[in-house]
């Protein structure tokens, strides 16, 4: 095998493990299903912090949690594009979801990052690659 046929399949290699982890990634820190047993009022402090979100020793300035599963999100990648609303034209919407957002009170300084939570049923846009959640459109 030729040096060039070897370096092609060890970037298609590459590119396919960069998709799974970015899957992985998707469900490991964006989705909380079912929802994560946590004080009502302590959900946001707690999962900012338990996914890690405050690693460069700076509090994130928000994020989103989604309540559904996975495999809902990943059929998600098989329905009709929409647009984005951000330029972007290959979007997928969900029927409502639950979702709650975390926003940093102001303030606030790590290592004590302090959220506020707004919990509600929304539909939401995903980008998908390769037929799985990738990006989640803010």
């Excluded at 399949?9 to 493990?17: E, G, K, N, R």
């Excluded at 899957?23 to 890690?52: E, G, H, W």
């Excluded at 004590?112 to 990006?135: A, G, H, L, T, V």
Aim: charged share 15%; net charge positive; aromatic share 14%.
């Amino acid at each position: 095998m030729s040096h060039a046929m070897e370096y092609t399949l060890f970037l298609f290699l590459l590119l396919d493990l960069t998709n799974f982890f970015q899957a992985q990634t998707f469900n490991t820190i964006l989705v909380d299903y079912p929802r994560a047993f946590v004080p009502f009022n302590q959900y946001c402090n707690v999962m900012m912090k338990s996914r890690n979100f405050n690693i460069r020793r700076q509090c994130r300035s928000n994020d989103t949690f989604i309540h559904d599963s996975f495999i809902s999100l990943k059929e998600l990648c098989q329905t009709a594009f929409v647009p984005c609303g951000n330029g972007l034209k290959q979007c997928h919407q969900s029927s409502p979801v639950n979702v709650t957002h975390c926003l940093l009170l102001p303030n606030t300084h790590y290592p004590d990052c302090q959220y506020s939570m707004k919990f509600q049923e929304q539909k939401i846009k995903i980008i998908c690659w390769k037929n799985r959640p990738f990006y989640l459109v803010p």
